[in-house]
């Protein structure tokens, strides 16, 4: 008969220790243990590396200055004079945090002039800033579909839309990469059982640097009256007249549902919109769950978005620079043998194929002076691994061949180019 005061005895193997751990004796954390060395011996653990400096054409990396190819800063915003003193002045005249989520005491003048102005900036009918592009899909899609309707969605879509997707409940149906073919086709097979559909794309791939065939996306959505959404965060300060975004590129204003943004790749600060139609933007406040229950973007970030707006309202200037620098390194990388993959955009894959290559390639780079990130599974497919270039307007002429040589150096030392 078990003596019952026996069941609040501590088992005897608490108290020992794991022989190379030092931990208490238990199992129940292995499976973390077993997956981390799992990661490393599949060069796939992240190595984060500590910025020293503000984010610019050069940075400090880990003590060391290096040319930077890493950063989102399209357009050099993140470290802009304008943009800091807008921050600084905010945060004289309205503190430093929100103190609340939006729905209840957060709202302040700031919000909604950014949201007009930003609404204006992508000629739509209304725009809802939250606190980052991850959060404004998970804010825009769950509000629009649920359990019974279906999703198409690309391929290579973003983790965001991805995540946003699955918590929506929705069943997904995944078309093939930029191909509106096979997207119909998805659409026939599926549509009929379900009660409503949503398109979703990212408009600027964000891996590839390549472009959705947004009109066609458009085309087949519109032949079947179901709702389109577009994620713009790396075609918003790219893309389009003076940077307005993906559908001004392709002329569709009006024409998509909804258009996802992030103020913290071109616009340099952060934060997310929702931006569309006035009657889906007014459902998603009532609706979305990272705005009614997370905190308010802070007065500096809001404050300096609108710094943001600003400057690319004035002038062309820093679009035009940051894609007079992309097409001179793309041609350079084209020019010395390496695999750009199918960049359109600022965004510069350079394709190794191997995880290990890309990490040492990286490392081999930094070494040389330039700071350039490997990546991955499962940021990209197994097998496709790359490095990825982001050039901006803060880099100079120099800088970029100062780079090119870099890459030559190392493509050549590890035998990816000739
Ligand atoms: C970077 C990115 C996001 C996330 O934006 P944050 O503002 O950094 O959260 C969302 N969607 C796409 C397509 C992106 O490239």
């Known amino acids: ?178 191909d509106p073919e096979d997207l119909e086709a998805k659409i026939q097979e599926h549509l009929p059982q379900y009660r409503r559909g949503l398109v979703v794309t990212d408009g600027v791939f964000s891996m590839d640097g390549d472009i959705a065939p947004l009109d066609k996306i458009y085309e087949v959505a519109a032949k079947y009256d179901v709702m389109t959404m577009v994620d713009d965060a790396h075609g918003e300060g790219v893309l389009g007249r003076g940077g307005r975004g993906i559908v ?43 705005f009614l229950f997370s905190s308010a973007t802070t007065p500096a970030d809001t404050a300096a978005c609108l710094a943001a707006v600003d400057i690319l309202e004035e002038s062309e200037e820093l679009v035009e620079r940051l894609w007079e620098n992309a097409r001179y390194l793309k041609a350079g990388m084209d020019a010395l043998g390496f695999d750009t993959g199918h960049s359109q955009t600022p965004i510069l894959p350079i394709m190794l194929g191997d995880a290990g290559l890309a990490k040492e390639f990286s490392r081999k780079l930094f070494e040389n002076g330039v700071f350039a990130m490997g990546i991955g599974f499962p940021t990209v497919p197994r097998g496709m691994a790359r490095i990825r270039v982001m050039n901006t307007a803060a880099h100079t002429r120099d800088d970029l061949d100062f780079g090119l040589e870099a890459f030559a150096r190392v493509g050549r030392e590890l035998g990816v180019i000739k």
């Open 1 to 178: 008969m078990p003596d019952a005061s026996n069941n609040l005895l501590i088992p005897d193997n608490i108290y020992m220790f794991h022989p190379t751990r030092g931990d208490i004796m238990s199992n129940k954390l292995d499976f973390i243990v077993e997956e981390l060395e799992r990661l490393k011996a599949e060069h796939l653990f992240i190595n984060i590396r500590i910025m020293e400096s503000p984010a610019d054409g050069w940075m400090v990396v880990d003590g060391k200055k290096v040319l930077n190819f890493c950063t989102n800063n399209y357009l050099g915003l993140a470290n802009h004079p304008r943009l800091k003193e807008a921050a600084k002045r905010a945060v004289d005249e309205w503190g430093v945090g929100p103190a609340a989520v939006r729905t209840i005491a957060g709202t302040t003048r700031l919000h909604l002039e950014l949201e007009k102005r930003l609404a204006a900036f992508k000629g739509v009918e209304d725009a809802l800033f939250v606190q980052s592009g991850f959060n404004a899909n998970q804010a825009a899609i769950p509000p629009l579909v649920g359990k019974g309707d279906v999703i198409f969605s690309d391929r290579l879509n973003h983790a965001s839309i991805i995540d946003g997707a699955r918590l929506s409940r929705a069943k997904i149906i995944v078309y093939e990469h930029c």
């Open 248 to 290: 001004d590129h392709f002329g569709l204003h009006g024409k998509f549902d909804v258009e996802i943004g992030t103020l913290s790749k071109a616009f340099g600060v952060v934060g997310g919109v929702i931006a569309g139609k006035k009657l889906i933007v007014d459902y998603i406040r009532q609706k979305a769950r990272p």
